[in-house]
């Protein structure tokens, strides 16, 4: 299904380990260990590669965990910063 969206809005990028990494780097107010989590998270999803928007469902479900370590303004910097690697 992921693909039918990714087909029908034209989005065949996909964000793989690298870029994710090279992404959370340069979001200054994310310690290690809220960086670590984030991988973690993300750790079977980017073995294959995440397009848009599957990185739009992911994220949506980290903002609905109230039990996770970040808070809303991380994960939405987070998300933009994400985002960016698909507007090339």
Known sequence: MTMFFDTF??????????????ALSKIPSLSKQEKDYLNEAFKSDLSDGLSAYELKQ???????????????????????????????
């Open 9 to 22: 809005f034209g989005s065949t990028k996909k964000i793989y380990r690298k870029e994710f990494n090279q």
């Open 58 to 88: 992911r994220i949506g479900s980290l903002r609905r965990n109230s039990e996770d370590i970040l808070d809303y303004n991380e994960v939405e910097q987070t998300r933009k910063k994400l985002l960016e690697r698909f507007q090339n």
